[in-house]
């Protein structure tokens, strides 16, 4: 069996706007529902410096001092989700970037109103995901933990 150690990791947040409008609890839903570890999680108010060095691939888009704004706008939850190609998967439960093109089904397909404000962010790809982790959370801030009824026998009646 695979060890938790190999398993790929992924790095999703809630954006200002889904904040504002109540939406964390229903995408977490989602990422649990489908299986998925939650291994970290929080929330924070995102500095420039940070989304300077997250979005640095995006440094020269016209739209990167608006994107600045939205993302400065008021706090993220930020979580890294662990699983069975947990990037693949995860970046097709979030849809595509505009919600005008994004399935219904998908978190911004579902909530989303304009590409600059779709709801989530998740990394794109594996490499991504290793650097916005890093990025966004300290080591002793992600969790190993096991499901209680791997270790029941163990764990039960004391
Ligand atoms: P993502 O990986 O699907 O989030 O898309 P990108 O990495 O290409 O872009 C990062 C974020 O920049 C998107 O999620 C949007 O919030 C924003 N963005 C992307 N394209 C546009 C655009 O054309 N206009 C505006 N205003 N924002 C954009
Ligand atoms: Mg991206």
């Known amino acids: 069996m695979a060890s938790a150690a190999v398993l790929e990791r992924t790095l999703i947040a809630v954006k200002p706007d889904g904040v ?3 939406l964390v609890g229903r995408v977490i839903q989602r990422f649990e529902q489908r299986g998925f570890k939650l291994v970290g999680l929080k ?20 739209f990167y001092p608006s994107l600045l704004h ?3 706008s008021g706090p ?3 979580m890294v989700w662990e699983g069975h ?8 439960m979030v849809g595509h970037t505009n919600p005008v093109e994004a399935r219904a089904g998908t978190v911004r397909g ?9 709801v989530v962010h998740a990394s794109d790809s594996l490499e991504g995901a290793k650097r916005e982790i890093q990025l966004w959370f300290q080591g002793k801030e992600l969790l190993n933990w096991d499901k209680h009824a791997t270790n029941f026998a163990t764990l039960w009646l004391h």
């Open 76 to 78: 993220v939850v930020v």
């Open 43 to 62: 929330m924070l108010q995102v500095s420039e410096e940070l989304l300077s060095q997250h979005y640095c691939e995006l440094r020269m888009k016209p």
């Open 20 to 22: 504002q409008r109540r």
């Open 110 to 118: 579902d909530f989303g109103i304009h590409v600059s404000r779709n």
């Open 85 to 92: 190609n947990v990037v693949q998967t995860t970046r097709m």
């Open 70 to 72: 939205y993302m400065t």
